[in-house]
């Protein structure tokens, strides 16, 4: 069996100094490729390198509503730069109200471009959403069903929100919170998810899944990816070959402009303002 690792964070301080045998491990366990996602500028460079050195690693860049406060002069720039230069996708982005002092404005203007950029580069982005859920809703009967797919990643929304959320091409991403013995809420979103709209991460190296190991504060990695699927796939009362071979399909679609086999088209790009 092979699997996706749909968003992780590979260029996380805690992880580097392991990252070659992190990689390995991933790969022993049948994970095939890697999505990468870096958060603010600070982490572009290195999250593009270490998608030259590691072929099974596919990097996205972007900026995460937490690090907003790093922005740059030029931060659309340098964001469209790298985008441009390198079979990537986009985020970590999104919208995150759970502080209250958080400049929801700022955010939704961040995201916005995210979501232009992805609309203009054919790109699939990856998108974060927390205690945001009806900002988020607007600003995508606003925006309209992405032409190219996103993902919502580590989905902790309801399940009656799935079906809209299809109808704007994001699949649903589920990571090791599914494993945890009191998840019943994330359970029952990923049974109500379509076959076809579904795919798995790690989050790496946060999010260590329920596993008989587990400890607390222990450092996730792409391995685990396996170990979480087969879970997800008891607990949704499916065959884990199935499930796993439904999840690595969707990941291919949802990935496929960015992938390494696929020669990427020219781009004449101009910029958005």
Partial sequence: MLFIDSHCHLHDARILADISHMVDRAQKAGVQYMVS?????ENFERTAGLALAYGSVIPCFG????FLDSLSENWQQTLETFLVAHRSGIGETGLDFMDKQADQELQLRVFSHHLA???ELERPINIH???AWDAFIHLMKKFGPLTTPGLIHSYSGSLD???LFERYNLYISFSGSVTRPNARKVVSAL???SNEMFVMETDAPDIYPSLLNYRKNTINEPKNLPA???IAARRVNMGFEKFAARAYKNSLTLFDPVLPLKKMPEIRYKGIR
């Fill in 37 to 41: 996602c870096a958060t603010m500028e």
């Fill in 63 to 66: 900026i995460h509503p937490w």
């Fill in 117 to 119: 950029l992805a609309r």
């Fill in 129 to 131: 959403i927390r205690k």
């Fill in 161 to 163: 929100m799935i079906p």
């Fill in 191 to 193: 049974g109500a998810v």
């Fill in 228 to 230: 979480i699927a087969q």
